[in-house]
């Protein structure tokens, strides 16, 4: 083999490597501290149109500050079930920067995001959302490889400036950025995973944390019909042929935030009622997992104090995951308790 064959495939080698370093977090996820921010358009249209029309409509996002930053964006309504009028009066929303944000921009580097949005006007919204932004937080004190989220006041303004609402909302970090700090990217899946291809750590770890928070409407393995893997989770891998790392997201419908229009995906049971879902084959690493949970009990529950959340949405929650850590509380009433339901 020639030197400068030998040259060449360093050089891949060396791209490839490049590519799959660890990178930091982009400004808008680099910190917890909420912000504030006003959305210009067509709100009240966009609200009164979700259900029927996900058409993008023109915007701008303004940041106050030294210096102010302002960003023409596009406005488009989001989700499934939180589309329906019924159930939310307004809906999640996409972001699409119209021109890609520069630093030393807050939003440098991003190009769409999704927003977390209140739902309905009633106080009790506020506290659903805050609770599925501690979701997130919780699960980033497990492991990086989560979605980070940023927690924001959203001052709305109708395009002939009349103020529609200001309420609590966040923006949810990309998958490409997520598996980008992981050193890893986003993976091609079909419309169903084997089990085989997953990392027996890391989807044990989503069973477990999905136990914890109480929610059912999640799967690693397979999406709704049509639409490919993953239901309320996307897959990230190492490179060709490494396990896919699951990474969950979208917890509303968890016992943990109990939105009052959750349901249980197969209509049994209560929402509140935990069912665990993780694979048999995984059990071994399940426990070993639940041993990290234990260990990070403290560091959990402390969530909980720091997300803005009134003092009988906090006790309810810490009651909770209190029940969660008595169900794990050792090995023997972990098997006991969870085991019975894991998929085979």
């Known amino acids: 083999m020639t030197l400068r064959r030998l040259g060449l495939i360093a050089a891949v080698l060396g791209l490839a490597t490049a590519a799959l370093a660890q990178a930091p977090p982009k400004p808008l996820f680099a ?8 959305i210009t358009g067509p709100i009240t249209r966009i609200a009164q149109t979700a259900q029927h029309s996900r058409d993008s409509r023109a915007g701008v996002l303004a940041v106050p500050g030294t210096p102010a930053e302002t960003h023409a964006i596009l406005l488009s309504p989001r989700g499934i079930t939180r589309l329906k009028r019924e159930t939310c009066q307004f809906p999640p929303l996409r ?27 009633a106080a009790s919204f506020q506290q659903h959302l805050l609770l599925e932004y501690a979701a997130y937080r919780l699960y980033n004190l497990l492991t990086p490889a989560s979605f980070r989220a940023r ?19 966040f923006f949810i970090e990309q998958i490409e950025d997520v598996a980008a700090r992981n050193g890893m990217r986003r993976a091609a899946a079909g419309d169903r995973v084997a089990t ?11 069973a477990l944390f999905e136990y914890m928070i109480g929610n059912r409407d999640w799967s690693i393995r397979a999406g709704p019909p049509g639409e490919g893997c993953c239901h309320n989770s996307r897959l990230i891998e190492p490179g060709p042929g490494g ?4 990474v969950p997201y979208d917890f509303d ?14 209509g049994i049971g209560q929402v509140r009622e935990r069912r665990y879902a993780g694979f048999c084959a995984h059990n071994s690493h399940a426990l070993a997992i639940a041993a990290e949970f234990r260990a990070r009990r403290g560091p959990l529950l402390a969530v909980l104090g720091q997300v803005p959340l009134d003092e009988p949405a906090r006790r309810r929650a810490t009651a909770y995951l209190d029940s969660f850590f008595a169900d794990i509380a050792d090995d023997r009433r972990m098997a006991a308790k969870l085991f019975r339901t894991c998929l085979n």
Do not use: E, W
């Not at 910190?31 to 006003?38: A, L, Q, V």
């Not at 440098?108 to 006007?121: F, I, P």
């Not at 396990?243 to 699951?246: D, E, G, I, K, Q």
């Open 253 to 266: 419908f968890s016992g943990l935030v109990d939105a009052p229009y959750a349901v249980t995906p197969d």
């Open 243 to 246: 396990s896919l790392v699951p």
């Open 196 to 206: 085989g291809r997953l990392s027996p750590t890391d989807s044990a770890r989503v």
């Open 95 to 121: 972001v699409r920067f119209q021109a890609q944000p520069a630093p030393p921009s807050l939003f440098a580097g991003q190009r769409q995001l999704k927003l977390v949005t209140h739902c309905r006007a």
């Open 151 to 169: 927690l924001a006041t959203v001052d709305y303004v109708n395009d002939d400036n009349r103020p529609v609402t200001s309420r609590v909302g």
């Open 31 to 38: 910190s917890d501290h909420p912000i504030r921010f006003t």
